[in-house]
């Protein structure tokens, strides 16, 4: 079983969503600090399985003072090849949809699924508890419990069974105890029947509801903005140790250790070869010289068989070098057939890469003619830019200076208008031939005339009249006038204009060329876009290209020929020429085979002559026991030899498994991939660094916590009491369940398969130690050395490593048995030494090659040579949040 991604949503501390995505197979490492939702977590995987969707006892899985919330769950993992999808919600909202490779399960039917799945049941009502919770409560290690094995052995007892029928045949069980009433009396007084509380616990409840709905805004006003500065003050620590402890350098250090002894031990294995080699030597002269002992001792009874053999020997011989030159004419044939297919090869390939190079030519043909044509329209785009790029400086003109001129023109042009209606308004109409002078002026005929200064009429032959305009606002227009005529001609100077008509004309040509600017720029861009010279650049290599692979084409077809002929596919060609090699092959080996026939015949020839010859000759003489003699030391000798050498290798392989060579080759890819993960994990943390100081400039509390502390004072006070009966509730209710269930155990013969798991992994944290296994599959009877007793006389920190040991042995089991296998642990191992830590860390690098674990911690220094990646669950929270 392999989980994918896991989603929550209003969950406890979640009240918004969070996921995590992209599970890997192997270990997974999530940390985070006390009460940053790790428990949480592990509760919703349970809940997810363990509850049904309309169960009412899971409240815990309500936001705190929430009482509208639907806690939302959902799962994806593969198994068997099958993908499944869970969906489930409780208390407000209560639903359970499961999908199976595309086949849809609703309500208890998917729940039913994943029960028959993972080896577990519901309870007949009520919440679900340790009892029901079959084979994931053996593998799902809660928080502190890593040393309690026994009663999750037992509660797994009926669903090993089921699992495990084509591992074993017969299941042997036990009864129960019967329910002690005194204890289910004592339980009554705080539980309903249905586990709901009563009497003063459940007034504590509705108390602590009521101070927890007050508090709840306050803290969650808050409580965003002091996780992130925790969070910062967690980072900036995290991040400044890593730098100066660098960790990844150690990984690195220990890899080049690890390395080096899988050398020493590469060298041992070379020698234990060597020293094999000459065993086996050894041996077969031994096996030799005790042959030649027994034919010296039957040597008078072999003679004839010696002489029949012999003319045997040379009968074969005749025969077989009457098959010789048959033999070398298939040689000689096949070779020729040979020969002939590989000038074919090649003929096939020299037309494959001219082939190829014209396909070459074309396509850069085609490439070079869209370059040139994109170059020319760059090169016209380019020259319409470098027009408007001139017109736009040759009319460039502020706009701003032109609408305050525009502005001050209709000002002045207000107050002229203005002026008009308050100024003296003087009309005439003289007779013909008669004159007034205003002002020196000359008047004639018929007019009018609004005056704004003093003004005299001279009237011929009659005198001189003086006009003085009047009222209030006359003087303060005048000033006005005077001030925007002023104001517009200093404008009209800056922009280097005579009049605002101008002004606007060359404001008009300036955003003209400014909008044929910008239509250039464009227009240029998509036909280069990466400049001009780029496109030239790009244009020129593409020429060059193409002429290079011309001279190349040229160059072939000079070497090849006219090349007229259509030689075969190269794929045909070299078809054909692996059949005639296999048929040359073939040949060859055939004789071979007939040469090594042929020397072996004369071989066996010479042997037999000189067989016959030698054995003739030594029962004509009497040195034969002389000889005998002598055959029997060389014996006893080798003898000797050959013992040597078996203790030897025995001392070199003892060797070799203790170095373990496998665990070796683990360490190296652990501390490589714990290099490199630390190192990535140290550019993470300051990049978030960044994200939060960022983040936090933009945020600010309120000044809540003095009304919190009161708030959070009077329920501090409610908890105590709560949880001092809620802990007496829950110690009754559990020890009710557990003594009136059943309890189940394998029978003696699943020892065997167990044991086999349990020495795989016990050997790694304590060699030359055994860990028994009794008749109901509990761990039992641990011995080491001269020590010996049972494993809960361990130390707690030693009864932890066992437990978590005899949890990945079952988890062995089950899978060769075919079952789904998950292993979640939650902050386990915290009562481990550095030394046993790293020897646990080696068993869950090689448990994590057949199975997913979970491993959820708040102290993430100590996994940093695990070798895999760690998820910061703060991360995940802080990624949910922005």
């Keep these: 079983m392999k989980l994918q991604r896991l989603r929550i949503e209003q969950v406890r501390q979640f009240r918004t969503p969070i996921a995590l995505d992209d599970l890997q197979p192997g270990i997974n490492l999530i940390h985070g600090p006390n009460e940053s939702g790790k428990s949480t977590l592990v509760r919703a995987i349970r809940a997810a399985f363990f509850e049904r969707h309309r169960s009412k006892s899971v409240e815990d899985l309500r936001p705190w003072g929430d009482s509208a919330a639907a806690p939302a769950i959902e799962l994806s993992f593969e198994h068997g090849g099958h993908q499944w999808s869970l969906t489930k919600s409780f208390l407000q909202r209560k639903r359970c949809d499961l999908q199976i490779d595309g086949q849809s399960f609703s309500g208890e039917e998917a729940e039913e699924k994943l029960a028959e799945l993972l080896g577990y049941q519901f309870p007949k009502k009520g919440g679900s508890k340790e009892e029901h919770w079959g084979i994931p409560g053996l593998l799902w290690v809660e928080q502190g419990t890593g040393q309690d094995i026994e009663k999750a052995v037992e509660h797994a007892g009926d669903h090993l069974k089921s699992a495990l029928n084509n591992l074993v045949g017969e299941v042997a069980s036990t009864g129960g105890d019967d329910v002690i009433q005194a204890i289910e009396k004592q339980r009554a007084e705080l539980l309903t029947g249905t586990g709901k509380p009563r009497g003063e616990y459940l007034q504590l409840e509705k108390e602590r509801a009521g101070l927890e709905a007050e508090i709840a805004e306050l803290g969650a006003r808050i409580e965003q903005y002091q996780a992130q500065v925790d969070r910062l003050g967690i980072l900036t620590s995290e991040f400044e140790r890593a730098n100066r402890d660098r960790p990844w350098e150690e990984a690195r250090r220990r890899m080049e250790q690890a390395q080096q002894h899988l050398r020493q031990v590469e060298s041992l294995q070379a020698q234990q070869l060597r020293e094999q080699e000459t065993l086996d030597h050894v041996r077969q002269h031994l096996k030799l010289l005790h042959q030649n002992r027994e034919q010296m001792q039957s040597q008078g009874k072999k003679l004839e068989q010696r002489e029949a053999d012999l003319c045997k020997a040379r009968e074969l011989l005749v025969e077989e070098e009457a098959r010789t030159p048959a033999l070398d004419q298939a040689v000689r044939d096949a070779r020729e057939e040979y020969d002939t297919a590989v000038r074919i090869v090649e003929q096939a390939r020299q037309h494959e890469i001219r082939t190829r190079l014209k396909q070459e030519i074309a396509r850069l043909q085609g490439q070079y003619k869209t370059s040139r044509?994109?170059?020319?329209?760059?090169?016209?785009?380019?020259?319409?830019?470098?027009?408007?790029?001139?017109?736009?400086?040759?009319?460039?003109?502020?706009?701003?200076?032109?609408?305050?001129?525009?502005?001050?023109?209709?000002?002045?042009?207000?107050?002229?208008?203005?002026?008009?209606?308050?100024?003296?308004?003087?009309?005439?109409?003289?007779?013909?031939?008669?004159?007034?002078?205003?002002?020196?002026?000359?008047?004639?005929?018929?007019?009018?005339?609004?005056?704004?200064?003093?003004?005299?009429?001279?009237?011929?032959?009659?005198?001189?009249?003086?006009?003085?305009?009047?009222?209030?606002?006359?003087?303060?227009?005048?000033?006005?006038?005077?001030?925007?005529?002023?104001?517009?001609?200093?404008?009209?100077?800056?922009?280097?204009?005579?009049?605002?008509?101008?002004?606007?004309?060359?404001?008009?040509?300036?955003?003209?060329?400014?909008?044929?600017?910008?239509?250039?720029?464009?227009?240029?861009?998509?036909?280069?876009?990466?400049?001009?010279?780029?496109?030239?650049?790009?244009?020129?290599?593409?020429?060059?290209?193409?002429?290079?692979?011309?001279?190349?084409?040229?160059?072939?077809?000079?070497?090849?020929?006219?090349?007229?002929?259509?030689?075969?596919?190269?794929?045909?060609?070299?078809?054909?020429?692996?059949?005639?090699?296999?048929?040359?092959?073939?040949?060859?080996?055939?004789?071979?085979?007939?040469?090594?026939?042929?020397?072996?015949?004369?071989?066996n020839v010479q042997n037999a002559n000189r067989e016959w010859e030698q054995l003739a000759e030594e029962l004509s003489k009497s040195e034969s026991q002389r000889q005998l003699q002598e055959l029997v030391e060389r014996i006893s000798a080798s003898e000797k030899r050959e013992s040597e050498l078996v203790t030897t290798l025995a001392s070199l392989d003892k060797k070799i498994r203790d170095a373990r060579p496998d665990l070796l080759q683990q360490d190296i890819q652990r501390f490589r991939q714990a290099a490199e993960t630390q190192q990535k994990a140290q550019e993470n943390r300051e990049?978030?660094?960044?994200?939060?100081?960022?983040?936090?400039?933009?945020?600010?509390?309120?000044?809540?916590?003095?009304?919190?502390?009161?708030?959070?004072?009077?329920?501090?006070?409610?908890?105590?009491?709560?949880?001092?009966?809620?802990?007496?509730?829950?110690?009754?209710?559990?020890?009710?369940?557990?003594?009136?269930?059943?309890?189940?155990?394998?029978?003696?013969?699943?020892?065997?398969?167990?044991?086999?798991?349990?020495?795989?992994?016990?050997?790694?944290?304590?060699?030359?130690?055994?860990?028994?296994?009794?008749?109901?599959?509990?761990?039992?009877?641990?011995?080491?050395?001269?020590?010996?007793?049972?494993?809960?006389?361990?130390?707690?920190?030693?009864?932890?490593?066992?437990?978590?040991?005899?949890?990945?042995?079952?988890?062995?089991?089950?899978?060769?048995?075919?079952?789904?296998?998950?292993?979640?642990?939650?902050?386990?191992?915290?009562?481990?030494?550095?030394?046993?830590?790293?020897?646990?860390?080696?068993?869950?690098?090689?448990?994590?090659?057949?199975?997913?674990?979970?491993?959820?911690?708040c102290h993430p220094e100590k996994w940093q040579d695990l070798g895999v990646e760690p998820r910061d669950l703060q991360a995940l929270k802080s990624q949910a949040v922005s």
């Design 687 to 857: 990049r978030e660094l960044r994200d939060v100081r960022v983040r936090l400039e933009a945020w600010g509390a309120e000044g809540l916590e003095e009304q919190l502390s009161e708030k959070s004072g009077e329920l501090e006070h409610a908890n105590r009491r709560y949880e001092e009966l809620h802990r007496r509730a829950e110690a009754l209710d559990l020890l009710l369940n557990v003594l009136s269930e059943k309890r189940q155990a394998l029978t003696r013969r699943l020892q065997a398969p167990l044991q086999k798991h349990l020495d795989h992994y016990l050997s790694v944290l304590f060699p030359e130690a055994t860990l028994e296994v009794d008749e109901h599959l509990m761990p039992g009877r641990f011995s080491r050395g001269s020590e010996l007793g049972t494993m809960t006389e361990l130390s707690f920190g030693a009864r932890e490593q066992m437990g978590l040991i005899s949890r990945l042995a079952y988890a062995d089991l089950l899978r060769e048995a075919g079952r789904p296998t998950l292993i979640i642990l939650d902050d386990t191992l915290v009562h481990s030494d550095a030394e046993r830590l790293d020897g646990m860390k080696r068993i869950l690098f090689d448990a994590a090659h057949r199975h997913q674990i979970l491993l959820f911690t």
């Design 373 to 603: 044509q994109s170059l020319d329209k760059a090169a016209e785009f380019q020259q319409k830019l470098d027009e408007a790029r001139q017109q736009k400086q040759e009319n460039r003109v502020d706009a701003d200076a032109v609408q305050q001129a525009r502005a001050t023109r209709r000002q002045l042009d207000e107050e002229r208008i203005r002026s008009q209606t308050i100024a003296t308004r003087l009309t005439w109409q003289l007779e013909p031939g008669q004159s007034l002078e205003l002002n020196n002026e000359s008047l004639e005929g018929k007019g009018e005339r609004r005056l704004l200064d003093e003004s005299t009429m001279q009237i011929p032959g009659v005198g001189r009249l003086g006009i003085y305009p009047g009222g209030e606002d006359l003087a303060s227009v005048r000033r006005n006038l005077a001030r925007l005529e002023q104001a517009l001609d200093e404008k009209l100077r800056e922009l280097g204009v005579r009049s605002l008509d101008e002004a606007e004309h060359k404001l008009a040509h300036y955003q003209d060329a400014t909008s044929r600017l910008k239509h250039s720029e464009d227009l240029l861009l998509s036909v280069a876009p990466q400049g001009l010279e780029r496109l030239r650049t790009v244009t020129r290599d593409t020429l060059a290209e193409l002429e290079a692979r011309k001279e190349e084409l040229n160059a072939l077809l000079d070497a090849s020929g006219t090349a007229d002929d259509y030689p075969p596919s190269l794929a045909d060609a070299e078809r054909a020429r692996k059949q005639v090699e296999s048929r040359l092959s073939g040949a060859e080996a055939a004789r071979r085979q007939h040469e090594k026939a042929v020397l072996t015949a004369r071989q």
